[in-house]
C-alpha cells in the first residue's frame, strides 16, 4: 500500500499560483502513473492530470495551458504548478496512485488516494 499526503493549498486570489506536493511513502517502487483529481462541493470528483512513471502528462481540458504536473521519482513527490487561477478551480484537490504504467484519468483505476488540500480561488 502507498500512502500519499498533499500540501500546499490555500486561499488566492483569481490571476494567482500555486503549487501543490504530494508526497508518498510505502510502497512507492508498485507505483506507476500518479494523478490530481478534485471535488468542489455538491460535485463529483473529476480527472485534472495525471503522469507516468516515464513523464508523459496527460490533462483535463479545463487546466491545459495553465496547470502543470511533474513528478521526482528519487523524491517519491508529485507536483500541481497551477497558474492563472480561476474561481472554478475552487475545489479539494487529491492526489492519486496507481499501479499501471500508463497514463491514467479515471479514479476506478488508482490504487491510494491521500486525504485532500483545500484550494479556494476568490477575491
Known amino acids: 500500500q502507498v500512502q500519499l499526503v498533499e500540501s500546499g493549498g490555500g486561499l488566492v486570489q483569481p490571476g494567482d499560483s500555486l503549487k501543490l506536493s504530494c508526497a508518498a511513502s510505502?510502497?512507492?517502487?508498485?507505483?506507476?502513473?500518479m494523478g490530481w483529481f478534485r471535488q468542489a462541493p455538491g460535485k463529483e470528483r473529476e480527472f485534472v492530470a495525471t503522469i507516468t512513471w516515464r513523464g508523459s502528462n496527460t490533462y483535463a481540458d479545463s487546466v491545459k495551458g495553465r496547470f502543470t504536473i511533474s513528478r521526482d521519482n528519487a523524491k517519491n513527490t508529485v507536483y500541481l504548478q497551477m497558474n492563472s487561477l480561476k474561481p472554478e478551480d475552487t475545489a479539494v484537490y487529491y492526489c492519486?496512485?496507481?499501479?499501471?504504467?500508463?497514463?491514467?484519468?479515471?479514479?476506478?483505476?488508482?490504487?491510494?488516494w491521500g486525504q485532500g488540500t483545500q484550494v479556494t480561488v476568490s477575491s
Open positions: 510505502g510502497r512507492t517502487v508498485d507505483t506507476g502513473a
Open positions: 492519486a496512485a496507481s499501479k499501471l504504467r500508463v497514463a491514467v484519468t479515471i479514479p476506478s483505476n488508482y490504487d491510494s
